[in-house]
């Protein structure tokens, strides 16, 4: 018997669940993602792309394509979907995993200062410095667009559009990065002070630690709380076993090798 696996992705994590899936004997696995990347990465199984118009067109969605369950693998920032992932999961029964990774933690020589919102991250910035790097996203950058004595430097996947802060150099880049090149840019740019979501992951951790060695305050802006219904777990072996699989014993990588989010 074969069983329907919807994936929301948008992440590394959903992109190496897809691949592990897609390789196992009676599953047949459906990547979602939200369309906002250009070029998003190959993606092992179907891939499907595009809002559902909300909890009711995923319902209608899980219903129409037999789906057995869906994993949400999206961004931990990713608020909407997750929600509407929850409310489709109670309208039609089918079981929604929650894909996690663990959010980073401090370590002695951090300066951090958490934040709920990116709109509590702009009001604390000028602060605590005067040349940001900021790596929130590029959707979040309106947020910041009201500071008109601090220089930012973006950092995106994709080239943002306004409203942003009138004193903005973009940098374009997909990770994962590395400490000695984190470290160069935050020089290069003489930055002051770095701002970041908790996203998680070695793949974009590095800023962290160049932000330590060099000394500089980083704002982060803490994760949204999970709908109380859903429950999360932390990789892709605990997905399977909540699936009720086996995980392999080693999973075998990305089709690409990344290790970034999509980042919208
Ligand atoms: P969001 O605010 O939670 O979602 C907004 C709407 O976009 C949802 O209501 C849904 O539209 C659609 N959508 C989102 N993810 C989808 C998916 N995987 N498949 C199909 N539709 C999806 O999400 P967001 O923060 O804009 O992020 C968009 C995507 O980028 C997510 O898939 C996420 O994994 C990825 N991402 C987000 C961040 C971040 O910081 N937020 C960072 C890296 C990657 P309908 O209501 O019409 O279904």
Do not use: Q, Y
């Amino acid at each position: 018997m074969s069983s329907h696996i919807l994936v929301l992705g948008g992440t590394a994590d959903a992109r190496e669940l897809a691949a592990v899936l897609a390789a196992r004997d009676g599953v047949r696995v459906t990547s979602s993602l939200a369309g906002r990347v250009t070029r998003p990465g190959a993606l092992d199984g179907d891939v499907r792309v595009g809002g559902f118009g909300g909890a009711e067109g995923l319902a209608s969605w899980l219903r129409e394509h037999r789906v057995d369950a869906v994993v949400d693998a999206t961004h931990p920032f990713a608020e909407a979907i997750t929600r509407n992932a929850a409310r489709a999961g109670a309208a039609t029964g089918v079981p929604v995993v929650v894909l996690r990774r663990p959010g980073w933690r401090p370590v002695p020589g951090d300066r951090w200062h958490p934040v709920d919102s990116l709109h509590a991250a702009a009001e604390l910035l000028p602060r605590l410095g005067r040349r940001a790097f900021l790596t929130t996203g590029r959707l979040g950058l309106a947020s910041f667009a009201h500071l008109t004595g601090t220089h930012f430097l973006v950092r995106s996947v994709e080239p943002p559009e306004p409203p942003m802060p009138p004193d903005t150099r973009v940098v374009l880049a997909r990770g994962p990065f590395t400490v000695p090149g984190e470290k160069e840019l935050l020089r290069a740019h003489r930055i002051d002070v770095l701002v970041t979501k908790d996203s998680g992951g070695a793949a974009t951790a590095a800023k962290l630690s160049a932000a330590r060695e060099l000394g500089l305050p980083v704002v982060v802006v803490r994760r949204p709380p999970l709908p109380p219904e859903l429950t999360a777990v932390p990789d892709v072996t605990a997905v399977l076993e909540r699936l009720g699989r086996a995980a392999p014993p080693t999973p075998p990588r990305p089709p690409d090798g990344g290790a970034a989010d999509t980042c919208p």
